[in-house]
């Protein structure tokens, strides 16, 4: 699935991380009109559930229920998602050929080293993909660069963090109320995941529990801006408003 370009690329490593942490915002903005895509940096070959083929399949359902314009999936290795210039070459290029105004990253933080690696990862690709002479000077030329210097260069306008599986307080949360059914379907296309099975038992919730713990995350962080269900994120400037009598969400 590809698109000439995009509005908002939400990186993450694993397929179903983003299903799980900013779904329903892809869907939203889909919905409007805008372009979204998705780039998943491994395969998941190594997951305790099912296989990267049963996976590359459940992602591609996944991402017709999220409207997506865009999806693909790197070859970084699946527990080894390493901060290595060959793999910000890999993410670079991929910026610069779908120039999203917007990245969505995961946290800097996290339990599994993957997830706060990617959030490190992408942040430098995204630094390298707007160099002008990336790939064209001897010392970027090597590990997979030379076609790089083809594309034009781009840098996303702006880069926020899907933080809900991180105990930390959002700078904003979207409103996914009218969305959120959607997001979890999109999850449960993940069959060989989330499917109740003797594999991984012990790690997973049972399939009965995931629609409740989903709607519990989404309406606590729905409760902090007065809708029904949310998905939270963190932005690492300031914000900018232009007119105080604009701002949402009632103080008292």
Request: net charge negative.
């Amino acid at each position: 699935m590809s698109a000439p370009g995009l509005d908002v690329l939400a990186l993450a490593a694993h397929r179903d991380d983003v299903e799980q942490t900013c779904g329903g915002t892809l869907l939203k903005m889909a919905e409007r009109g805008l372009h979204t895509g998705i780039l998943d940096l491994t395969k998941g070959e190594m997951g305790t559930r099912g296989t990267a083929e049963d996976r590359t399949r459940e992602s591609q359902d996944a991402a017709r229920l999220l409207r997506v314009s865009f999806r693909h999936a790197l070859d970084i290795p699946d527990g080894r998602v390493e901060n290595t210039w060959e793999n910000r070459i890999k993410i670079a290029q991929v910026i610069r050929e779908q120039h999203p105004r917007v990245l969505i990253l995961p946290y800097w933080q996290g339990r599994h080293p993957d997830h706060y690696t990617a959030s490190v990862l992408g942040y430098e690709a995204a630094f390298l993909a707007g160099l002008k002479k990336l790939g064209s000077t001897p010392g970027s030329r090597d590990a997979g660069a030379e076609g790089i210097s083809q594309l034009a260069p781009h840098r996303p306008f702006k880069i926020i963090y899907a933080s809900l599986y991180y105990d930390v307080r959002p700078s904003f949360v979207v409103d996914i109320t009218d969305q959120f059914e959607m997001r979890f379907q999109a999850l449960m296309a993940y069959r060989s995941q989330y499917a109740d099975q003797n594999a991984g038992s012990g790690l997973f919730p049972a399939e009965q529990e995931i629609r409740s713990r989903l709607e519990s995350m989404a309406s606590f962080y729905g409760l902090l801006a007065g809708v029904r269900y949310a998905e939270p994120f963190v932005q690492k400037e300031v914000g900018l408003v232009d007119d105080v009598t604009a701002i949402s969400v009632q103080s008292i």
